[in-house]
């Protein structure tokens, strides 16, 4: 199909509706992004985006900026509350021996300006303080209403409106996302305020009885980030992120070992997150409208790779309609080379979620035991089938 006749609106300028927009107008189309927010929000902390999430900044032309801005981590180190080291995961050099591309660590706000500006440069048009209010659609096209705007006709529409996306309620029927039971404060320390020899160039898990902490270097080092995750019964409905307390997310990780008491003791500015989950949607396309990234399929963040399958999504989104007789077809074709993959990983991250949390002493000893005996390069191999795949190489 020759993209250069559409006109293509995409809702959302997160990591998801930036790709898609910036694939898009390479190929030729006329893409608007609208987005509710009146600029780029700094919330969101890190990113890790792992070798098949770069396969795709690579094909979008931005692996040289991107690198310029990536932290890249010699290794995961995994570890028990007190400290105690369990096992490693090889990445460095190791990744990039195995995958041919490296596994790498952003702020999420300079990702998104990256993405933002290569789009801009693009010739994408990026319309702040565009909430929409409602979207409908037929075989023609698709119509977008605004809060205090007028409405927008477009040949495509493209949802990437997050984890509580109203378009997949209003027009794919699908159930409102759910609270997994869980929630995550994330947060940056300045490096400086910490111990350097406590935070190497790696990622940490420290993980413990119904929570666990990841932490990572950003920005050379200047910035450490952290996610703190712990099981709760109960989230408000005002929203999927809002600002707390230091001493909450402190009291939750009191007792832990120097280094996560050390670092939470620094923590000035904290949001907690709730962790929303849903079941696999039927579909994700109908007539001229599709959803994309964590509007169609949220994960738990424990394979880190939410914000990578929106890039994965952006970039199929691209090429099957690129390589399909019309847009219907292509929107088709993007959901089938998209969906058992995407959903595998939603899975593998709920897996996890039970791995990092065990609740017995016991059997929390005894596997972390069987961790520590695995080769390091065979861990590695355990996660081939995500870090391998090139949807760029026009696999399904
Ligand atoms: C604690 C935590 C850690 C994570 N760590 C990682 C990680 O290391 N690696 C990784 O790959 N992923 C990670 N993720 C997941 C990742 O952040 C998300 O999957 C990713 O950001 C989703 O991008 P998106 O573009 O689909 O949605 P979003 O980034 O949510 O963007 C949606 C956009 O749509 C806009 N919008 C919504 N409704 C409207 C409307 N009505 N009108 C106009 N605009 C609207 C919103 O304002 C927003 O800008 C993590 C998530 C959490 C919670």
């Known amino acids: 199909m020759d993209l250069n006749t559409q006109k293509i609106s995409i809702i959302g300028a997160g990591i998801g509706g930036l790709a898609a927009a910036l694939a898009l107008a390479q190929k030729g189309a006329d893409v608007t992004v609208y987005e509710q927010a009146s600029t780029f929000g700094e919330v969101g902390a890190g990113l890790q985006i792992s070798p098949n999430g770069v396969a795709v900044l690579e094909a979008l ?144 898990v420290f993980m413990g009885k119904g929570r666990h902490l990841v932490t990572y270097p950003l920005r050379g080092g200047s910035v450490i980030n952290f996610v703190a995750v712990v099981e709760r019964e109960n989230w408000t409905e005002e929203g999927w992120n809002l600002p707390d307390v230091p001493s909450n997310l402190q009291a939750a990780f009191s007792g832990w070992c120097p280094e996560v008491e050390t670092l939470l003791s620094k923590v000035n500015d904290t949001f907690l997150w709730g962790l929303f989950n849903h079941p696999v949607l039927p579909r994700w396309s109908k007539n001229r409208i599709a959803l994309l990234g964590d509007a169609c399929h949220p994960m738990l963040p424990f394979l880190a790779q939410g914000a990578v399958m929106a890039l994965e999504d952006a970039w199929v989104l691209a090429d099957s309609l690129a390589r399909a007789r019309g847009p219907r077809r292509g929107l088709h074709d993007y959901e089938d080379r998209r969906k058992d993959r995407a959903t595998r990983v939603q899975n593998g991250a709920l897996r996890n979620a039970t791995a990092y949390h065990l609740k017995s002493p016991l059997v929390r000893g005894a596997a972390h035991k069987v961790l520590s005996y695995l080769n390091e390069e065979w861990l590695l191999g355990r996660f081939d089938w995500l870090y391998a795949h090139d949807v760029t190489r026009g696999e399904p």
């Open 61 to 204: 032309g931005l692996f040289d900026a991107a690198k310029a801005l990536a932290n890249e981590p010699e290794s995961v180190i995994m570890r028990d509350y007190k400290g105690a080291t369990i096992t490693r995961l090889p990445l460095g050099e190791a990744a990039l021996q195995r995958y041919g591309r490296p596994y790498w660590q952003f702020h999420r706000a300079d990702l998104l300006d990256l993405l933002a500006k290569a789009a801009l440069d693009a010739g994408v048009t990026i319309a702040f303080d565009h909430h929409v209010t409602n979207v409908t659609g037929n075989e023609a096209g698709a119509l977008l209403e605004f809060e205090g705007r007028d409405a927008v006709l477009a040949d495509l529409l493209i949802a990437a409106d997050g984890v509580r996306s109203p378009t997949r309620s209003a027009v794919f029927e699908g159930e409102p996302a759910s609270f997994t039971g869980q929630v995550a404060w994330r947060g940056l320390v300045l490096a400086d305020k910490l111990p350097a020899e406590m935070f190497p160039n790696a990622a940490q």
